[in-house]
């Protein structure tokens, strides 16, 4: 009768939204799961290297950055790999930072985090600080390398 | 008269879930950091009082601004830094090499030269990590034993010591 009435049936126009929740609580767990907080978020342009090893969780972080205006000196940032960063002016201070963290734990790990671009003196005294503070590794951060490199 | 009892509903509300969930979501996605958590790892020596290493004892290796190096006193591309260490640990396979690097240099320069000593241990073995490389005496030659990094103070102080000024 309703086709004689010329009324055509519409077509549900539903989009299926029943597995969106599970596919939401697979995002979340995958989230969850790979979560964690960087200590250090200065931005920089790391070294590319073929050989990576990962660093350990909770190893202390000493990042060296260049500045924005090239008269101005190099940012120096310290963590102990638990708390965010804080900047330091001088070596004395990371010589500081560094031996109150190998009192607390003599095996403590050290990750250099440095632009590529940085001079190699400012690393030169990182290290020089480090190994005054009786610092036993050190990691220097680098991205992959690859072929195109 | 039947009196009908009306069911208390047992269903926990589960409309809003969805919502919730996706809130959680932007904010791992927004805070959780794909930070760089790889690099070069090296140990430093455990006590000051390192034994003295002659120059003729090592191989030594120099960065120079701009990223050339030097390799006991001799200009050389980094692709001959490898089969260079290579020669001279046949002969003496404790041979330490040390790496140093000018001032002036990038930290890009000095980790590049870096790398390329790590790589030993991969171009001597083959892919199923057999060593390609014997020394004199016959020992599978596998890799770079000691890659000595010193800090400028350690320099001066060592030619101190030489009294080379």
């Avoid at chain 1, 590319?48 to 660093?55: A, E, F, P, Q």
């Avoid at chain 1, 440095?114 to 290290?127: F, I, M, T």
């Avoid at chain 2, 039947?2 to 805070?31: H, P, Y």
Wanted: a negative charge; proline letters at 6%; aromatic letters at 6%.
């Amino acid at each position: 009768m309703g086709l004689i009435r010329g009324r055509e049936r519409k077509p549900a126009g539903q989009i299926f939204t029943a597995s969106m929740a599970d596919i939401v609580f697979l995002l979340l767990v995958f989230f969850i799961v790979t979560y964690k907080v960087e200590v250090d978020r200065t931005k920089m342009d790391l070294p590319d290297t073929w050989i990576r090893s990962k660093v350990p969780e909770k190893a202390a972080v000493i990042s060296i950055a260049p500045p924005d205006d090239i008269t101005a000196p190099l940012t120096v940032r310290v963590s102990t790999g638990e708390e965010m960063s804080l900047p330091v002016s001088t070596t004395e201070e990371v010589v500081t930072f560094a031996s109150t963290e190998v009192a607390r734990d003599p095996n403590k790990e050290f990750i250099i985090k440095a632009d590529e671009q940085v001079p190699y003196e400012h690393v030169d005294a990182v290290l020089d600080a480090l190994k005054q503070s009786k610092v036993k590794n050190i990691y220097l951060l680098s991205e992959q390398k690859t072929v195109k490199d | 008269m039947r009196i009908k009892k009306k069911e208390v509903q047992s269903e926990i509300f589960t409309g809003s879930m969805a919502d919730i969930s996706f809130l959680l979501i932007i904010f791992f996605m927004i805070t959780s950091a794909f930070s760089a958590d790889r690099g070069l790892d090296f140990a430093l020596p455990e006590d000051t009082d390192t034994p003295e290493i002659k120059q003729e004892d090592s191989i030594d290796v120099h960065v120079l601004r701009g990223g050339a190096i030097e390799i006991d006193g001799n200009g050389t591309p980094l692709e001959g830094l490898l089969p260079y260490v290579l020669d001279k640990l046949k002969q003496n396979p404790e041979k330490p090499v040390i790496l140093r690097t000018d001032p002036d240099a990038t930290y890009g320069d000095m980790i590049r030269a870096f790398d390329t000593l790590r790589t030993a241990r991969i171009e001597w073995t083959d892919a199923d990590g057999q060593p390609l490389h014997m020394d004199v005496h016959g020992k599978p030659l596998t890799d770079i034993q000691t890659i000595s990094i010193p800090t400028r103070r350690e320099i001066e102080n060592l030619w101190s010591m030489l009294g080379i000024q």
